[in-house]
Structures are given as structure tokens and as C-alpha cells.
């Protein structure tokens, strides 16, 4: 993050990861309705005079790699619109309900018996033959449909 | 007295054979065929094990007085030793026992997840889940729910997404649950079953590979997803006990498929040719099973007579 170009406006984008993301999820609650990326990226940045322009503001990837880290801790919910998503806050009801759906996801009992995984976990021997099936795949394109691994 | 023991070597064939049939057949026709074949072999063991303790049974005095045979007769015309009526009692006892838990078991986490399932929100058909873990899953229920981790989501682009998802509905539309859930009941009462359980939760997942590729019409995307998805989602811990062994080096030379676990077999499995309908060999599956069932139930009728016998010499 440290030398991203001489051009930029220092206290911009240097500002602590951590205080980003406080600011977006706080601009998140204060907004009434979903917010998309852009639309984050618009009330975050009333800057001084000195900071306008595309060099002063926070880029529209940078505000999309925090809603998403944000999201990934479990502290937005997104919803589908268009390409891309809109992101609202979680409320305390639906982080509860959300970590209930994390204990779900992580528990290894007859519970686990009734979902149907779409992968089961792999041995490290799996993932070298899967791999290998892979590569196979796209190396070849096709000409052998078998196995690259298998000799028999 | 051969016929008693036939219902009770089928299943340990069953067992033999079960995974490289579920690798052969078309999945909708194994899954069928495993399912049942395993419900109508445990019924069959445990129907052979009952007429093998019914046989050492008839000879005790109080019986044979209590039925108005004679003990005579039974003695001569019964094969069984007391020891292995007393063996396959107890083997009938246990497995009653193990179904009923495991019956138990299933229906409160099946419940469960009919409740969890009523209570999350889909959006555009499946559930999102926030966090940082590499999961998707079906959850039965009445609708069941499919749910993905976020991560997992941002990962994949729309047509792999469009596969993992036909591949999950797949497995809520055709219940598939419920056939792994009969198929373990089945190994319960019989252990020797437990490979053709293993091997229904293998078929039920190509059912739904196959599905997620014919909605697709791409094998090859479906492969890939699933291949991508495994890897993201890394290595399971291992137990060390091979490797401190020396059996499985850290660094084997060559890998195949024959030992491979379901990751791997389905994904060969999509990057070769569909799978074609084999009937030969589901007759001939269909046979061996229906074979069992007419072993025990000639069983049956030999005790039904010999116990006649019995009555009429008293």
C-alpha cells in the first residue's frame, strides 16, 4: 500500500484499513435503503478542493474490496442489482441469525448427515490427482479424454 | 440348510461390488438400484438371522411343549447349532438397536433442517451466508434451501455459479437426502452394507452432477466448478497414521483413480463421455437381490414344515 505513486493525496488513501471500514459501515447505517459500491464511494469522499479528482478520491475498487471484506466478516448483507450488489448493514437479528447459519455451516454432527455438500473435503493425495485431472483438461483440450495421472 | 446363510453372504457381495457399480451405471439408475438393493438385503439378513434364532429356539423343552411339537423331531431335522441361533439373535438385537438410533438421529436433524430451512430468506433462490468459509450446500426442507458462502460466491463467475447451483437443486428436487438416509438405515442393521451406503452418496452426487451438466450443457464447466470449488476449499486434516507408517509417502510417485475419494471420481467422471443406460448388468443386479429375498423366504417355508412335521409326530 506504501508507494502507490507520487501523485497521490497523502491522508487519502493512507488511511488505516480499519477506519475505512468503520467509515463505510457507519455511512451503511445512516443510509435508508441499500447503498451500491458507487453510491458508498459518493458520500464517503466530500474531500477539500485540494483532493477532487481521480487521483484524490478513493478509487471505486478500493470501496469494493472493503464492502466485500466487510461482507465476508459477516457484518453486511448484499443483495443482487444488476452486475453487481447493493449491501446493507446487518442488524443485531440477523447477525444472530446469520451466526446460527454459520454454526450450521461448521458443525460435524448427524446434523451434517442431511445437507448435501457440494464437495466433501479432499485428502492431499485428492487434490493432487484433482490437479492433475484438471490440467489435464485444459493441456490437452480434449484429444484424451482420460486422466493425465492414470497409467494404468 | 445352505438357503439361511445365502441372505446373509449377498450383502457382503453387495458390499464388494457396490463402488465399482456406482462408478459404472448411469446415477439416477445406481441410486435406485443401491438404494433398494440395500433396504431389500438388510431386510433379508435380519429376516435370516430371525428364522436362524427361530430354529435354535425350537428346540428348547418349554417351547416345544408350549407349541405341541415334538422336540424329537426338531432335534433331528434342525441344522442349527444352539451357538449360532444365539449368534444370530444377538446380531438381529443389535441391528434393530443401531436402526433405531440412527433412524432417531436422522429424524431430529432432518427436522432441524426443515426448521432451519423455513427460517432463512432466499434471495434470487439461495441463501448467501456472510463469513470467510468456502461452503454450499442443500438444506432439505419444505422449500428446501440452497445455501453458499459469500466468499465461495465472489469466486466463481456466473456460469460456474449457474452450475453449482443447478447441481444443488438438483439434490432438493430429486430428494436426495432421503436416499442416503434409507441407504445408511439399511447399513445399520447390516454393516456389510455400509459401502453400499457409501456408495448411494457418491451416485446421489453425480445425479446431480449430471443434472447441473445437462443444464448447462456444459460437462466440462461442471467439472471444472466442482474441481475449483474442492481446491478453494483445501485439504481436510488427515489422520498421519499411514504416512508414520511409511504406507503413504508424502511424495507418491503416481496417483489413481482406484483409491481416489469422490472429488476426484466425479470429476473424471464429467470429463469423459455421459454415462450410458446398462441394463444387462442392472438385471443381473436386479436378480441377485431378488435371489436373497427367495432364500430367506424357502427358508421360511422349511421351518414352517419342519415344525408341521414336528406337530404331526408328537
Known sequence: MGGEGPRQAPGVERRAAGALEAEILAILREADGPLSPGEV????????????????ELSYSTVVTIVSRLHAKGLLARQRAGRGFTYTPLDDASLAASRMAQVLLGSE??????????VSGLSSRD????RQLLAGDTGAAGADPRPAGEQG | MWLLYLPLVIPALAGATAR??????????ATWLLTSA?????????AALAL???????????????????????RRGDPISAAAGAAAALALTGGAVAVAVMFRNRARALAESYRRAAGLQPEDGIVVVPGPAIEAYALPGLPGRIVVSGRLLDCLDDRRRAALIAHEQAHLASRHHLFSAVARLAAAANPLLIPVARAVDYTVERWADEHAASVTSDRRLVAQTIGQVALLAGTRRERVAGMALGIIGPRAP?????WAGP?????????????RRQTILLAACTVIVLMAGVAALLAARDLHALLELAQGTR
Open chain 1, 41 to 56: 464511494r459518493q458520500r464517503l469522499t466530500p474531500r477539500p478542493p485540494a483532493d477532487e479528482g481521480p487521483q484524490g
Open chain 1, 109 to 118: 454432527n448427524d446434523h451434517d448427515a442431511v445437507l448435501s455438500r457440494f
Open chain 1, 127 to 130: 487434490a493432487r490427482l484433482l
Open chain 2, 20 to 29: 465399482p457399480l456406482a462408478t459404472r451405471l448411469e446415477p439416477r439408475h
Open chain 2, 38 to 46: 440395500a433396504v431389500a438385503l438388510a431386510a433379508c439378513s435380519m
Open chain 2, 52 to 74: 436362524l434364532a427361530a430354529y435354535a429356539a425350537a428346540k428348547a423343552p418349554f417351547l416345544a411343549a408350549a407349541g405341541g411339537y415334538s422336540q424329537e423331531v426338531m
Open chain 2, 254 to 258: 503416481r496417483v489413481s483413480l482406484a
Open chain 2, 263 to 275: 472429488v476426484p471420481r466425479r470429476v473424471a467422471a464429467l470429463l469423459t463421455a455421459p454415462p
